[in-house]
């Protein structure tokens, strides 16, 4: 190539999507296995008439949905083009080169990309021996340049979750001109009271004055719209002014902004399906352990197996037997939890592995 690109790009690692096999049972991606609601698929067929509009950029409607459902007024609220975007707004809209951005590893794979996308500093945490978010030391590895510290919470790939307290206390020890967002991309599937929702935590530090924390939440995994693309943030509305700052215009297209209403629409019979998934998660989970496997207590539509060593090898069993899990090598292999039959394919593989 003739031409000269940022040379630190060329050792960016790229971010690995799951992987999709005709034929193979797809446990890799965290998606909700069922399609989506008949409802929500002819409100995307009547808008796809007016495709050749623009989309409304300010996602009004959307927005205005979301302020009701969580209690909050619209300006607390951003969209963006997944919430893996607004990952990356939230880095631009505080970072620049010197500045770092905290986070737990292993955790989302898209905090480190997006961090030396922007061209900011990545501070990696590592998780406790129990698979869960280390708070101490995140806090201890804030310095005067920590701009923004992600706290995933239930952790991907870990499943992990961090209760009320515990993400009080962190807040407490971060100084208020460096922000904490919570990424609750799983908090549909979390059934632990002891595990706070991160809008009304939010809301009790705004009002103790304190605007640097933020939430992330998507359309991706409990309301099955992977597909379209759209998540929003729930922030104060300094931090969600500069959001929109740095949001792509028209990036949150229209099908995906009528998809997330309708979706808002058919919440009950959304939320009935993630408490089968939770039913499922529970049964897979004691499944393996029984088996002999260490699995992480999960909060999250996936479970979490630490095999180390063995995760390249775990990861080939389960493909010969037509099931794709996501293996992070060296380190643990991570599957969704799917309909009862695809679980069921899965623990027949897991049971099988002689590793
Ligand atoms: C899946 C996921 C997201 C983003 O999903 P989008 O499809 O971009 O909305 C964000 N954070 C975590 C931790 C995730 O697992």
């Known amino acids: 190539m003739t031409v000269r690109t940022r040379a630190d790009l060329s050792a960016l690692p790229s971010y690995v999507p799951g992987k999709t096999i005709p034929g193979a049972i797809k446990l890799a991606s965290n998606e909700v296995s069922a399609g989506p609601l008949p409802s929500v698929v002819r409100a995307i067929a009547d808008a796809a008439t007016a495709v050749n509009r623009y989309p409304d950029t300010a996602a009004t409607d959307l927005v205005a949905r979301l302020g009701q459902k969580l209690g909050v007024a619209p300006e607390h609220v951003a969209v963006g083009c997944g919430s893996v975007t607004l990952c990356q707004q939230v880095v631009q809209a505080t970072c620049t080169e010197a500045d770092e951005v905290v986070f737990p590893w292993r955790s989302f794979?898209?905090?480190?990309?997006?961090?030396?996308?922007?061209?900011?500093?990545?501070v990696r945490v590592p998780l406790t021996e129990g698979h869960g978010l280390d708070l101490d030391a995140m806090a201890a590895a804030i310095t005067p340049k920590t701009r923004l510290?992600?706290?995933?919470?239930?952790?991907?790939?870990?499943?992990?979750?961090?209760?009320?307290?515990?993400?009080e206390r962190f807040i407490e020890r971060v100084p208020r001109d460096a922000l904490v967002v919570i990424d609750e991309a799983y908090r549909e599937f979390v059934d632990d009271d002891a595990i706070p929702d991160g809008v009304e935590l939010a809301k009790r530090q705004w009002a103790a004055g304190r605007d640097n924390v933020a939430v992330l939440r998507t359309f991706s995994k409990a309301y099955g719209l992977a597909g379209l693309r759209v998540g929003y943030a729930v922030a104060s509305p300094a931090v969600a002014e500069t959001l929109r700052k740095v949001y792509v215009p028209f990036s949150v297209n229209a099908l995906a902004q009528v998809a997330a209403i309708a979706s808002l629409d058919a919440e009950d019979e959304l939320m009935a399906r993630c408490r089968a998934i939770v039913g499922e998660r529970a049964r897979v989970r004691s499944e393996l352990v029984a088996a002999g496997f260490e699995v992480p207590v999960t909060q999250a539509n996936f479970v979490w197996l630490p095999l180390g060593e063995r995760?390249?090898?775990?990861?080939?069993?389960?493909?010969a037997h037509k099931v794709i899990v996501r293996a992070f090598v060296g380190d643990g292999v991570r599957v969704t939890i799917g309909e009862p039959e695809e679980n069921d394919a899965f623990l027949a593989a897991a049971k099988s592995f002689e590793g």
Do not use: D, S, W
């Open 311 to 319: 995760t390249a090898a775990f990861n080939e069993h389960c493909l």
């Open 109 to 122: 794979e898209a905090y480190p990309i997006i961090t030396q996308v922007v061209g900011a500093q990545a």
């Open 149 to 167: 510290v992600f706290v995933c919470n239930p952790n991907n790939p870990t499943g992990t979750a961090l209760r009320t307290e515990e993400i």
